[in-house]
Nanobody, 122 residues
Framework: QVQLVESGGGLVQAGGSLRLSCAVS????????MGWFRQAPGKEREFVAVLSWSGDFTLYADSVKGRFSISRDNAENTVYLQMKNLKPEDSAVYYC???????????????WGQGTQVTVSS
């Protein structure tokens, strides 16, 4: 079992920055690939970013490329999502997820956090 707890969400003006954190506990040595997804009201949960266990390989949604950066600190069992130049359309609940592959497909992820709200005002 793996437990994921997100933090760092909040209200920010357009153009601002936020850093989300995901604390990982449980079977942290299992080499999970870690991803971020988001879900806005009335919309499906969508892929944002994912990275490999080593951190060497990353994948981003086109909508966030160049603005968001995913990283991990395995010693601290924490995954980060640095978000810059935020736009109102980035407003959503952001979820951390753990899965076996570096993929943008929601269904392959085994574990999910409870989410953290990000609101970007215009």
């Amino acid at each position: 079992q793996v437990q994921l707890v997100e933090s760092g969400g909040g209200l920010v003006q357009a153009g601002g920055s936020l850093r989300l954190s995901c604390a990982v506990s449980g079977r942290t040595s299992s080499g999970y690939r870690m991803g971020w997804f988001r879900q806005a009201p009335g919309k499906e949960r969508e892929f944002v970013a994912v990275l490999s266990w080593s951190g060497d390989f990353t994948l981003y949604a086109d909508s966030v490329k160049g603005r968001f950066s995913i990283s991990r600190d395995n010693a601290e069992n924490t995954v980060y999502l640095q978000m810059k130049n935020l736009k109102p359309e980035d407003s959503a609940v952001y979820y951390c997820a753990a899965g076996p592959l570096v993929r943008a497909v929601r269904g392959i992820y085994d574990y999910w956090g409870q989410g953290t709200q990000v609101t970007v005002s215009s």
